[in-house]
C-alpha cells in the first residue's frame, strides 16, 4: 500500500537553529509532492510544492524542500528557525493516477525563544 | 477568491444520534472535495474524497457517509453516532487531484 513516513513526532529546537524534517513515501513512481504547516489555532496549509523541474523546491517564510527521487524522500529544511514556525507540518503525497493524496502523521516542531 | 465553509465549528452529540456536517467551497467549479479527520498524532486520515456530483470514494469503512448533492457542497453524515466517532473533522478542495488543498477551520466533534 502506498504510504508516507514522517520521522519526527516531536522536535524541539532553539531560535536559530537549523531544520531538517525527513519525510519518506513507499511509491516508485510519478508523484506530486507537498509540505503543509497548521499554525496554533489556524487552519492547515500549504507550505510549499513540488510537481517536476528543479528538485530544490522553495517555499514560503524560507522554507525549502529538496526531492530526492532514488531516497523517495521530499525533506523540509529551514536554515534558521524562528519562534513562530512552532506548528505542526504536514508531508503528502498524491502518487500518480490517485484522486488524492496520502499524509503522513506529522511532524510537531516547538521553538524555545 | 475562492473560500470553503465548514460548519459547525464545534458539536457534542449523544451516541446514537445523527450527524451531519456540511462543507461548502465558492469561487470554484468543480472542485475535488475531501473530508478528513485529524487525530492528535496520528496526522490526517482520508474519509471521503469526490472528484463530481454524486461520485463519492470511501477510503476507510466505518459508521460515516458522505454525499454531494451540489458541484460544491460536500456533507459527512452518520444514522448513529458512536463514541469512537468523536475527533475533528477537516473538509478540503483542491481544482484537481495533483494540485494543492485548501482546508476549512474543522469541526470539533464530541460524543457523549
Known amino acids: 500500500a502506498q504510504s508516507v513516513s514522517q520521522h519526527n513526532h516531536h522536535v524541539i529546537l532553539s531560535e536559530a537553529a537549523s531544520l531538517e524534517l525527513g519525510c519518506n513515501y513507499s511509491?516508485?513512481?510519478?508523484?506530486?509532492l507537498f509540505w503543509y504547516v497548521q499554525y496554533p489555532g489556524q487552519h492547515l496549509q500549504l507550505l510549499l510544492k513540488?510537481?517536476?523541474?528543479?528538485?530544490l523546491v522553495k517555499g514560503i517564510k524560507g522554507f525549502e524542500a529538496e526531492f530526492i527521487k532514488s531516497k523517495f524522500s521530499f525533506n523540509l529544511r529551514k536554515p534558521s528557525v524562528q519562534w513562530s514556525d512552532t506548528a505542526e507540518y504536514f508531508c503528502?503525497?498524491?502518487?500518480?493516477?490517485?484522486?488524492?493524496?496520502?499524509f503522513g502523521d506529522g511532524t510537531t516542531l516547538t521553538v524555545k525563544p | 477568491s475562492q473560500t470553503i465553509h465548514q460548519w459547525p465549528a464545534t458539536l457534542v452529540q449523544p451516541v446514537g444520534s445523527p450527524l451531519s456536517l456540511e462543507c461548502t467551497v465558492e469561487g470554484t467549479s468543480n472542485p475535488n472535495l475531501y473530508w478528513y479527520r485529524q487525530a492528535a498524532g496520528r496526522g490526517l486520515q482520508l474519509l471521503f474524497y469526490?472528484?463530481?456530483?454524486?461520485?463519492i470514494s470511501s477510503e476507510v469503512p466505518q459508521n460515516l457517509s458522505a454525499s454531494r448533492p451540489q458541484d460544491r457542497q460536500f456533507i459527512l453524515s452518520s444514522k448513529k453516532l458512536l463514541l469512537s466517532d468523536s475527533g475533528f473533522y477537516l473538509c478540503?478542495?483542491?481544482?484537481?487531484?495533483?494540485?494543492?488543498?485548501?482546508f476549512g477551520d474543522g469541526t470539533r466533534l464530541s460524543i457523549l
Open positions: 469526490s472528484v463530481g456530483i454524486g461520485q
Open positions: 513540488y510537481f517536476s523541474g528543479d528538485p
Open positions: 478540503a478542495w483542491a481544482t484537481g487531484a495533483s494540485q494543492p488543498q485548501h
Open positions: 511509491y516508485g513512481g510519478t508523484v506530486n
Open positions: 503528502a503525497v498524491r502518487f500518480l493516477g490517485s484522486g488524492k493524496s496520502t
